[in-house]
């Protein structure tokens, strides 16, 4: 970490999240001079851990997803964090108050199926909503649409057919159990990070870059943004001149939200450690219940898209009246005394994010490749929307974070090595 702001550098990385995390940590050693500026007074960006009753809370991020190929899970194991190998809690519903098994089943089915078709539209170069491959009449729409709030941060009338096509997954999910914010957060440390110091405008008009920070200008010969995509939309971050072109493929790439509310539960017992509960399965406005993460007396909530913003709108303890209303139905009425709020939150009311993870609108599966295209060879964009494959994810962010820093050495004339990966290419 740093206090001071540099006058001139020859790599400024814009945001401390997982993607400008990675940069520095790739550029690091090189004879060069390098800072890291972020907005928020911490790191992590949308990977943030808080602290309770001697446990890490995940707010963001919190699932190493294809962990058996995610070069995150390997590190998080070596740093000395535990990589917890528990099957996620949507492989085991709890009780069968929500579905019956034979309808379990019959869900799967339908998911499946409209998963197929989606990937057969793609296959067939067809584009459009992804909600147009629904079934007319099909009881489980509304749950579909519910798991894309939670996949996307939106329903799938906002997502693009070739988009959520594109994204691949093994299947195997971990997480770890100190908290995925903290173990982004220790990757951090030891970098040259100046927090509290948002960058407002990348004058490009001279020779040098020039950011505009509230605590001065400094100059830089090269540039790494990994803000999220609504900032650059919005121009709370702005180009000058004017890049339509950026400004426009993130418009096309909005951040969905997907929040968390974090709640104790009394006579937790009651339950089995790491299963799920949906709320409804007759609309999309419903919430996924996480019961006993990590064998926890807790209970995790989780809202996607839609009902998601309608509660942001409405403050944090709808949220918990929200769910709590959800669970009585469940569960009966007891519920209603043995749960108690912890902490949620608020991605889209937070300033330096204005959401979760990014989804491309339908239609612009393309913006993701127009957003990482590389600016007058010294601007380049990163960050979980440029993972064309693997978008939303923590190693997303991070893979390109790296695929930034190798753009930007190279624009410097430094030999950025071999991508990983590719060593023995």
Not at 34 to 40: H, K, Y
Not at 141 to 159: E, K, M, T, W
Not at 191 to 211: E, F, M, Q
Request: charged share 25%.
């Amino acid at each position: 970490m740093t206090d001071r702001l540099p006058a001139t550098l020859d790599i400024a990385i814009i945001g401390a999240g997982a993607a400008g995390i990675a940069a520095a940590r790739a550029v690091a050693g090189q004879p060069l001079t390098v800072a890291v500026l972020e907005a928020r007074d911490r790191i992590g960006g949308r990977a943030h851990t808080v602290g309770f009753d001697g446990v890490g809370l995940d707010m963001g991020a919190g699932w190493l997803h294809s962990a058996d190929e995610n070069l995150l899970a390997a590190r998080a194991a070596a740093e000395g964090f535990t990589v917890d190998r528990t099957p996620p809690p949507w492989e085991r519903q709890a009780f069968d108050h929500e579905m019956s098994r034979a309808e379990q089943v019959e869900f799967r089915t339908a998911f499946a199926a409209f998963e197929d078709r989606v990937a057969e539209a793609a296959a067939n170069g067809e584009e459009g909503p992804a909600s147009s491959l629904f079934e007319a009449g099909n009881r489980w729409n509304p749950r579909i649409d519910a798991i894309s709030g939670a996949l996307n941060g939106a329903r799938f009338d906002q997502v693009s057919i070739r988009d959520y096509d594109a994204y691949r997954d093994t299947g195997i999910n971990w997480r770890v159990a100190e908290g995925y914010g903290r173990f982004v957060t220790h990757l951090g440390e030891r970098l040259p990070i100046l927090t509290a110091c948002p960058v407002t405008r990348i004058d490009r008009s001279g020779p040098a870059l020039k950011l505009h920070t509230p605590r001065g200008v400094v100059e830089a010969r090269a540039v790494i943004v990994t803000v999220p995509t609504d900032l650059i939309a919005r121009e709370h971050l702005r180009f000058d001149p004017p890049l339509p072109s950026l400004v426009e493929a993130a418009a096309g790439l909005p951040l969905g939200l997907a929040s968390k509310l974090h709640m104790t539960v009394a006579g937790h017992q009651d339950f089995s450690p790491d299963s799920q509960l949906w709320g409804r399965t007759d609309t999309a406005d419903t919430a996924g219940y996480h019961l006993r993460p990590f064998g926890r007396p807790m209970i995790e909530a989780w809202f996607g898209g839609d009902i998601a913003r309608q509660l942001e709108a409405e403050g944090q303890s709808a949220f918990h009246a929200f769910a709590t209303d959800e669970l009585v139905n469940l569960l009966g009425s007891d519920m209603r005394r043995r749960l108690a709020p912890v902490v949620g939150s608020m991605w889209g009311a937070d300033p330096w994010s204005s959401g979760a993870y990014s989804h491309a609108l339908p239609g612009q599966a393309g913006d993701r490749a127009r957003l990482k295209a590389p600016v007058e060879n010294r601007i380049f964009i990163a960050g979980e929307a440029t993972a064309e494959a693997v978008y939303g994810t923590v190693h997303g962010a991070w893979m390109e974070g790296e695929r930034a820093a190798r753009e930007a050495l190279a624009a410097l004339g430094l030999d950025a090595g071999p991508a990983p990966g590719d060593e023995e290419a």
